[in-house]
């Protein structure tokens, strides 16, 4: 059976007509499988959702629980209509999964966002053997190699010590990110307490819930925040918020950072190259040890990832899906 | 290479000017010798290198990389040396020291350079690689002043900045000697002829602090709207200093070959037509230019007018009174582009207020008053020299855009656009982030967030409803301000509160003050 008969996309997403299904639809639909809890990618308003336990309660966490008709906890290789469906992790946040879509002999695997770095907040990538491997590319050039984040968050300790009296205050979404930098900045041996902006407290707690360490966190709403590191939504730098720090170094936590244009556009003064993406040896390692037989790429630079396949003979094609952002703005 | 490639990166990133040399400080703290000299040269612009064509990085890159990505990322990154940093494959990730880099790119010939660089890049890692291409370059980008690098030098150790402003002229990278100074070793010889001396300072004054000294024991003269400088001529060597040494001879040819003399001597640079001062505006054609054509010279004739010296044929004059090395200095004939700034002849406090007053010209910007028996000291001490400046120009202008701050004002809209009625329009005259209190700074960011009618990034456009009072030192004709005038220190000196938009002034005011 021909893949692009087994998913295609269309304006709400792509689409399933033998499984009766959307991937990550932008737009509210009768069934819905999600592959993790970033608000681009989990929306509200569907008739039914099927996700993992955690990205279920992400988004009701985030949503509230009549977020969609009805919940059904993605587990082991499940029957929906005429195809046969599984979830395996992404490694990009915590309950993020790939999902293998197999009708008539060929799988299909959409990774969704995806990373293959070690992230001690949520469970490794799982590589899946496919026929059709539907990668991101938001991170799709060659320019885009991350450092070791341990280099990053020793960027950061530094500059606490160069500006001992100045807040730091570090930018990072709210599902993931900020959780990331926590538990690396805990894993480098900081063990102050961390302030976090009130739009943190629900995930982190949940985070702490679900096992991952993020040590002492204090809440940044008081008039004077005793702590010298504040991770807070990007979007809280343009708010009154942001007032009651004097001098603050700011910082942004993104795979972004690592093209000085992007982090002037931002006016960070501490850019941190942290990302929850595949960068591009990562992304092309994934097609090598994969060998797809064709790969379909969704949001991103794609031009970058299609020349690449090109070169390494790998048939390749844009899905031009709308409605996903860089990186997931929270 | 790591920890100049880690000071550039932070550098790039930081706008306040003191974290900056904190920063810099820091490094040349902790970075051994001959190192941190050539970090040193390289930041402020002092470091003499091979500069390394697009073209032939380009080429570098090509050989590695394929083509069309090379493109889609050079789109992406929109720099050529970041996005060939960024691209290299990764190499050995070694740590060799800036001078390894400074060699290569001093003693490498042409031929062996684009496998020398390779060879280069294939050791370092990604922010190393981009330390070493901007310095292959020449465009490091950092925004550090001369004067900031010995600020930060001063900070190290015993010397003053002033003291090594004396030497400064005398150095070179990778300035070993300065260095055993700061750290506590001998005071390098300047061998350099014509050295800058520190300059002696003024401070501002009024009415009410003046009527507290006695008139007699000062001299006073106009002060002129030009630029403070030190022309120095010394064994042949002429060199133009601006007053915090910064040498910008080469803008001013024709001042330099009239200076025939043999001294130190302290003045104000000017723009002079049939023996007028012209315009500020005149004078700022002439400044900031690697060189001067010939029509500018023939249109904007610069030259100089005295008012101190320090050093005069081999003599230094410092230690003497004020009233003496104007006596040498009235003795002189200079020629044609140098006279002496005449002294003023008054009485008491309010004769000289009347001359202040009305100055026979408009380039005159108020007062100088110094004290008879001053000697010529570096810094700005309190009491031997005043300015006493006119009054500043003001305008009653609407705020129309404002500006998110940085650093101490993070969170706050500090920079402001103004604007004055041009029929029923608002036609932005100027922009000002200061004047006001850290009270008024909130009072204003909260009238900008409520008065928010459009946003584009950090910038807020404003409903056109308060009124500021800008105060402004001088006005020039300018073609780049849609407005057709640009102003000098322009800040906001008052909030009307009270004033209805309307009320505003009007751009014909504005242009009636020129």
């Not at chain 1, 341990?150 to 001992?164: G, N």
């Not at chain 2, 020299?385 to 706050?412: C, E, N, T």
Request: net charge negative; proline share 7%.
């Amino acid at each position: 059976m021909r893949a692009d008969q087994i998913l295609f996309p269309t304006d709400a997403g792509l689409y399933c007509p033998k499984g009766g299904f959307h991937i990550d639809p932008v737009r509210p639909v009768e069934r819905a499988l999600i592959t993790h809890g970033h608000s681009d990618h989990a929306r509200y308003g569907h008739g039914a959702v099927m996700a993992t336990q955690q990205t279920l309660e992400i988004m009701r966490l985030r949503m509230g629980t009549d977020h969609a008709g009805s919940e059904q906890v993605a587990d082991g290789r499940m029957r929906i209509g005429d195809v046969d469906v599984s979830f395996h992790p992404a490694g990009h946040v915590l309950g993020s999964a790939q999902i293998a879509v197999t009708a008539g002999g060929c799988r299909i695997v959409v990774s969704g966002d995806y990373t293959r770095a070690a992230n001690p907040t949520c469970v490794p990538f799982e590589p899946v053997p496919c026929d059709v491997f539907v990668t991101e590319a938001t991170f799709g050039l060659p320019v885009f190699r991350f450092p070791d984040p341990a280099t990053q968050v020793a960027k950061l300790i530094a500059s606490m010590a160069e500006f001992p009296d100045r807040p730091h205050l570090i930018g990072a979404y709210a599902l993931g990110k900020a959780q990331h930098v926590i538990s690396l900045m805990r894993e480098a041996g900081y063990d102050a307490p961390i302030a976090i902006h009130g739009a943190l407290k629900v995930l982190c707690d949940y985070y702490a819930a679900q096992g991952v360490e993020l040590g002492e966190l204090i809440p940044a709403t008081a008039d004077e925040v005793p702590a010298q590191l504040v991770i807070a939504p990007p979007s809280a730098f343009a708010s009154l918020w942001v007032q009651r720090f004097r001098d603050p170094v700011i910082g942004f936590a993104s795979g972004w950072m690592a093209v000085r244009a992007r982090a002037r556009q931002r006016g960070v003064e501490l850019p941190l190259i942290i990302s929850d993406h595949v960068d591009w040896p990562m992304l092309t390692g994934t097609l090598t040890e994969l060998a797809p037989s064709e790969v379909w790429v969704t949001h991103g630079t794609e031009d970058g990832v299609i020349r690449w396949c090109e070169l390494a003979q790998i048939p390749a094609r844009p899905l031009r899906l709308v409605g996903y952002e860089d990186e997931a703005e929270e | 290479m790591k920890a100049f490639a880690a000071l550039l990166e932070r550098l790039a990133f930081t706008a306040a000017r003191n974290a900056k040399l904190q920063l810099l400080q820091h490094y040349l703290e902790a970075t051994p010798d001959p190192d941190r000299g050539w970090a040193l040269a390289a930041l402020t612009g002092d470091l003499e290198l091979r500069r390394v064509t697009p073209s032939l990085l380009r080429g570098l890159a090509a050989e590695r990389i394929d083509d069309q990505l090379l493109a889609l990322s050079y789109d992406f990154v929109g720099d050529l040396a970041e996005t060939i940093a960024l691209i290299w494959p990764e190499g050995a990730q070694d740590d060799p020291p800036l001078s390894q880099a400074v060699e290569l790119l001093q003693t490498t010939g042409k031929a062996a350079l684009p496998g020398a660089i390779a060879a280069m890049l294939d050791r370092l890692g990604p922010s190393e690689r981009l330390a070493f291409l901007k310095l292959a370059t020449g465009n490091l980008r950092v925004g550090l002043s001369a004067r900031m690098a010995r600020m930060a030098l001063a900070g190290m150790g015993t010397p003053a900045v002033a003291d090594l402003e004396e030497i400064w002229h005398g150095l070179s990278p990778p300035y070993a000697p300065l260095f055993g100074w700061i750290g506590g070793g001998a005071r390098p010889e300047s061998a350099a002829l014509a050295p800058f001396r520190p300059v002696m300072l003024s401070t501002p004054t009024d009415l009410d602090e003046l009527r507290a000294l006695d008139p007699a024991a000062y001299v006073a003269e106009w002060k002129w709207d030009g630029i403070r400088v030190q022309a120095v001529s010394d064994g042949g060597v002429k060199r133009l200093y601006s007053r915090t040494g910064e040498d910008i001879s080469h803008a001013f040819p024709d001042v330099v070959d009239a200076m025939d003399f043999d001294g130190t001597a302290d003045g104000e640079l000017i723009v002079r037509r049939q023996g007028e001062v012209a315009p500020f505006g005149d004078l700022q054609k002439r400044l900031n230019r690697k060189s001067v054509g010939k029509g500018l010279l023939a249109s904007h004739p610069a030259g100089l007018r005295l008012y101190d010296l320090l050093i005069w044929e081999g003599r230094d004059l410092r230690p003497l009174p004020l009233v003496e090395r104007r006596a040498v200095l009235e003795a002189v004939g200079f020629g044609e582009r140098i006279d002496v700034s005449p002294r003023l002849d008054f009485a008491g406090w309010d004769d000289l207020a009347a001359l202040r007053a009305d100055p026979p010209a408009a380039v005159i910007e108020g007062v100088m008053i110094k004290r008879r028996d001053s000697a010529y000291v570096s810094g700005r001490p309190r009491g031997p020299w005043f300015k006493w400046k006119r009054d500043p120009m003001v305008v009653d202008a609407v705020l129309i855009y404002a500006q998110r701050g940085h650093g101490k004002r993070s969170g706050f809209h500090s920079d402001f656009t103004f604007g004055l009625w041009a029929g029923d329009e608002l036609v932005p005259v100027g922009k000002a982030y200061f004047g006001f209190t850290d009270a008024e700074l909130r009072e204003l960011d909260k009238f900008v967030r409520a008065n928010t009618t459009e946003r584009f990034g950090p910038v807020r456009a404003l409903a056109p409803k308060l009124v500021v009072e800008v105060a402004f030192e001088g006005l020039n004709r300018s073609t780049r301000h849609k407005s057709g005038v640009a102003m000098r220190f322009p800040r906001i000196s008052r909030i009307r509160w009270d004033k209805p938009a309307a009320e505003a002034d009007r751009l014909e005011t504005l242009e009636a003050m020129l």
